[in-house]
């Protein structure tokens, strides 16, 4: 068998840092449950800062890719490395478009006034669509919600991730690391900017089609993504005792800290964001990546959480959607029965992504790689 130059041996895994996504992917789906009750309210969210997690994301993702391929561009072409990203993070997408069209149609509330006024044949073409990962206009929502991909809302994040990916390959592969920590300031500048001079005071957003939406995705993007790629490049790790337990309780902290600074402070909560992203994600990260795994449990828990955290991430939103309709029609308020409800949600979530990763991704990934990355001759 002889191997093409897309195929090239995979390197050992920072274990930790697989884990921290499967903590980061876990704290989203509890904040999503909270965010149900609070009707649209980010200033009374519990678990207040759990959309942090997509940029903690977009730093992980950056680093990852630096340390994947950054030393492998003489083996491969920019064509090898698009088709290796397409066989690691496609499948799940056309995965999270299908259940989300599956559950369309059980989503019908209040919340989601288009539902009910959306023919089968648009919701399939938005499925097909969703396969692709092009974003859909806002003249094209079916949910009432506006997202680029109404079917599964986070999808929005893994179309700036192959935006950041393309960026990547054509041009700041390039960068020496002088250039590239300029290109890293000048992101950090847009992103505080952003933040502090907004209308809203936080990150969230990015998922519609439009200006501003389009505004916050590159704000979210360009820094963590490439301050990634930077940090792997300077290789300055931090070696701790229990790195996993440090690190993870970090990030449950960071994202579940309330509000700060209220309607009346805006600059206060971007202030806290803005070191959220620049400093503490960089600082986990590499805590993460200095550390070492002690103990065969730890390891085991790693690894599923690592397994998992992009199956969970891609497939979960489906029913959040479900619940939210259900807490609308319902009118649940937070209390017992409702975050029981929604436990079950979380552990339903982590059921689901489980038996994709396991029946379909892992499965169809390795055929993908046969087919396209593997000669036989």
Not at 20 to 32: D, E
Not at 33 to 45: H, K, L, P, S
Not at 311 to 316: A, E, G, Q, R, S
Not at 343 to 360: D, E, F, G, N, Q
Request: aromatic letters at 14%; a positive charge.
């Amino acid at each position: 068998m002889s191997k093409t130059p897309a195929y090239l041996e995979s390197k050992s895994h920072y274990e930790i840092l697989d884990g921290l996504r499967g903590v980061a992917s876990v704290t989203v789906i509890a904040f999503h449950v909270m965010e149900t009750f609070t009707g649209g309210n980010r200033f009374i969210q519990i678990i207040n800062h759990g959309y942090l997690a997509v940029d903690f994301f977009f730093l992980l993702s950056g680093f990852v890719v630096a340390y994947a391929y950054d030393d492998r561009w003489g083996k491969m072409t920019q064509w090898d490395f698009y088709k290796r990203r397409l066989v690691r993070l496609q499948p799940m997408v056309v995965m999270g478009s299908i259940i989300g069209a599956l559950l369309f149609y059980f989503q019908g509330s209040a919340a989601f006034p288009l539902i009910t006024q959306t023919p089968v044949w648009q919701m399939l073409l938005v499925m097909l669509v969703g396969f692709t990962l092009i974003p859909l206009p806002i003249s094209m929502d079916i949910r009432g919600w506006q997202e680029m991909h109404p079917l599964n809302g986070p999808a929005w994040s893994l179309f700036f991730e192959y935006i950041a990916n393309i960026l990547y390959a054509v041009i700041v592969r390039r960068f020496s690391k002088t250039l590239l920590t300029i290109f890293v300031m000048l992101a950090a500048c847009y992103l505080v900017q952003y933040l502090l001079m907004g209308p809203s005071g936080d990150v969230i957003g990015g998922w519609s089609l439009d200006k501003t939406q389009l505004h916050i995705g590159f704000a979210r993007l360009l820094y963590p993504f490439f301050a990634g790629v930077l940090l792997c490049r300077l290789g300055k790790l931090i070696r701790v005792k229990n790195a996993f337990a440090l690190c993870s309780l970090l990030i449950i902290v960071t994202l579940s800290v309330p509000r700060i600074g209220g309607t009346e402070h805006l600059w206060m909560n971007g202030l806290y964001e803005a070191v959220c992203i620049i400093i503490l994600f960089p600082l986990i990260v590499s805590i993460g990546a200095g550390g070492s795994m002690k103990g065969k449990y730890a390891a085991k828990l790693c690894k599923f959480l690592g397994d998992i955290s992009y199956p969970l991430y891609i497939t979960h939103y489906p029913l959040i959607y479900l619940f939210t309709a259900w807490v609308v029609n319902n009118r649940v308020p937070l209390g017992g029965y409702g975050l029981f409800v929604g436990l079950l949600v979380l552990i339903t979530s982590i059921a689901v992504a489980y038996a994709c990763l396991k029946l379909y991704d892992e499965p169809v990934r390795n055929w993908l790689k046969n087919r396209f990355l593997v000669k036989r001759g």
